[in-house]
């Protein structure tokens, strides 16, 4: 949704391209406290090798978890991430543009380790993502699926951009090798959490819903997920600091 510029104007792109970008960047929900606590039980129930403990931060938000070594190559890890609940709100053109974003994660992994500190990962993670985006005509003309609008100041266009609550894992990285040295440690992660976003939205407000035709709602809700093709999960680029006993 845009001002007089229209939806497929810069205005539109403050209004979802910005928050999306911004989304991927966003304390964990209390659905996935559970599944947290029952991934972490689970690798430190887990003899073999001495266990990490270990902390991080990066796209994901801040990290904490549990690395249990099977054998010289194989290392089982659970973990719990956030990034909190920030919220973006800009002004342009008479139009107010409003992100409230939440990025919530538990991850289960078995990493594999190809050469000295050089290790490949696959796993699963378990997610509460999303993005509630607003966009508000402020009483302007607004442009929805190519259809110009009157407006009042309480109309306004919600979309919510949710990622899949369970996503395929696949990475890389660096670490520490399984060993019986206790100690500190140091870890690079690089990673995918595979899965496109799903995208809904609809107009409310005293006018606009009476007004505004769904195929003009579903052609700018087709045009969004176009932009938001180039998505094909959410990324994952993190550095841990890790303690051994």
């Given amino acids: 949704m845009c001002g007089s510029g229209g939806l497929r104007g810069p205005n539109r792109r403050l209004l979802i391209k910005r928050p999306i970008d911004l989304f ?9 406290f559970p599944a947290a606590f029952a991934a972490l039980a689970l690798g430190a129930a887990l003899p073999a090798h001495s266990g990490d403990l270990y902390l ?12 249990q070594p099977l054998s010289e190559r194989l290392v089982l890890r659970a973990d719990v991430s956030t990034l909190g609940r920030p919220h973006l709100d800009r002004s342009r053109g008479g139009i107010d543009y409003q992100a409230r974003i939440k990025a919530d994660r538990v991850g289960a992994y078995a990493d594999w380790y190809v050469y000295k500190g050089m290790r490949v990962t696959g796993g699963v993670t378990l997610n509460d993502a999303g993005a509630q985006l607003t966009g508000r005509g402020n009483g302007a003309t607004v442009t929805i699926g190519g259809t110009p609008y009157p407006t009042t100041a309480q109309d306004r266009f919600d979309v919510e951009v ?17 060993s019986p040295e206790k100690g500190w440690g140091l ?21 606009l819903p009476g007004a505004v035709q769904q195929a003009d709602v579903d052609r700018e809700l087709a045009d969004l997920r176009r ?4 998505f094909k999960g959410i ?3 993190g550095v841990s600091l890790s303690y051994r006993f």
């Fill in 24 to 32: 991927l960047q966003a304390l964990p929900s209390r659905r996935l």
């Fill in 56 to 67: 991080g931060a990066g796209t994901s938000g801040v990290t904490a978890g549990y690395a």
């Fill in 162 to 178: 949710k990622f899949p609550q369970v996503m395929p894992y696949l990475g890389v990285g660096w670490g520490r090798q399984p």
């Fill in 187 to 207: 870890a690079v992660d690089v990673g995918l959490s595979v899965g496109k976003p799903r995208v809904t939205g609809q107009v409310s407000g005293p006018q």
């Fill in 227 to 230: 932009s938001l093709g180039r």
């Fill in 235 to 237: 990324p994952q680029v």
